[in-house]
Nanobody
Framework: QVQLVESGGGLVQPGDSLKLSCAAS????????IGWFRQAPGKEREGVSC????????YYKDSVKGRFTISRDNARNTAYLQMNSLKPEDPAVYYC?????????????????????WGQGTQVTVSS
């Protein structure tokens, strides 16, 4: 059974950090591009970051560049999203997703339709 499970969300103050994890089971994460998306109440799900399977190239949404870092540990079949300097506009449910035959770089804007496997999401709340 193909499954992605996110963890690491929580309640933090502005300026704090969180590291989200996305553990895969039932398939080899190494073969897939990994995307991190977020959805705030009343808003559409948006792509935050993406990492390719082939060469580790990445994409970041402009508002998170320099603050968020996506990575993958293929030996652990896990992907990560390190989030630093969290801002009041970052709270949302964060989802990881796996997509086949995708190349992530600054010319690609992650589209939910390109990702076939999704986790259940983890809540990130930023509040003082």
């Amino acid at each position: 059974q193909v499954q992605l499970v996110e963890s690491g969300g929580g309640l933090v103050q502005p300026g704090d950090s969180l590291k989200l994890s996305c553990a895969a089971s039932g398939f080899v994460l190494d073969y897939y591009a990994i995307g991190w998306f977020r959805q705030a109440p009343g808003k559409e799900r948006e792509g935050v970051s993406c990492i390719s399977s082939s060469d580790g190239s990445t994409y970041y949404k402009d508002s998170v560049k320099g603050r968020f870092t996506i990575s993958r540990d293929n030996a652990r079949n896990t992907a990560y999203l390190q989030m630093n300097s969290l801002k009041p506009e970052d709270p949302a449910v964060y989802y990881c997703a796996a997509g086949d035959s995708l190349y992530c770089d600054e010319t690609y804007s992650p589209d939910t339709r390109d990702f076939g496997s999704w986790g259940q999401g983890t809540q990130v709340t930023v509040s003082s």
